[in-house]
């Protein structure tokens, strides 16, 4: 069992910057793999990247990256989402989730845990 919690989000403008973390608690958090995904009012919930156990491969959605980083810091349960060049379509939900699989997956139904989210939202 692995239980997420978000942080991070907040009010900011165009270009700026925000930095989403997501910690974990629970057993084994470094033999998952970690997915962010948002979802704006009215759509579907998307991937927006995800990263590998040990942290050695990650993965973007096209519409975010060379903005967006994710990272993960196995030793403080931490999974990070670093946010650059903000966007008003950026605005969302922005959940965490964790699979007990060693691939990246970007369907949302693939991930067996979830935070309960942290609100970003970007003015133009």
């Known amino acids: 069992q692995v239980q997420l919690v978000e942080s991070g989000g907040g009010l900011v403008q165009a270009g700026d910057s925000l930095r989403l973390s997501c910690a974990a608690s629970?057993?084994?958090?470094?033999?998952?793999?970690e997915g962010w995904f948002r979802q704006a009012s009215g759509k579907e919930r998307e991937f927006v990247a995800g990263?590998?156990?040990?942290?050695?491969?990650?993965y973007y959605a096209d519409s975010v990256k060379g903005r967006f980083t994710i990272s993960r810091d196995n030793a403080k349960t931490t999974v990070y989402l670093r946010m650059n060049s903000l966007k008003p379509e950026d605005t969302a939900v922005y959940y965490c989730?964790?699979?007990?699989?060693?691939?990246?997956?970007?369907?949302?139904?693939?991930?067996?845990?979830w935070g309960q989210g942290t609100q970003v939202t970007v003015s133009s």
């Open positions: 989730a964790a699979r007990a699989d060693s691939r990246i997956a970007t369907n949302p139904f693939q991930y067996n845990y």
């Open positions: 629970g057993r084994t958090f470094s033999s998952y793999t």
């Open positions: 990263i590998s156990w040990s942290g050695g491969t990650t």
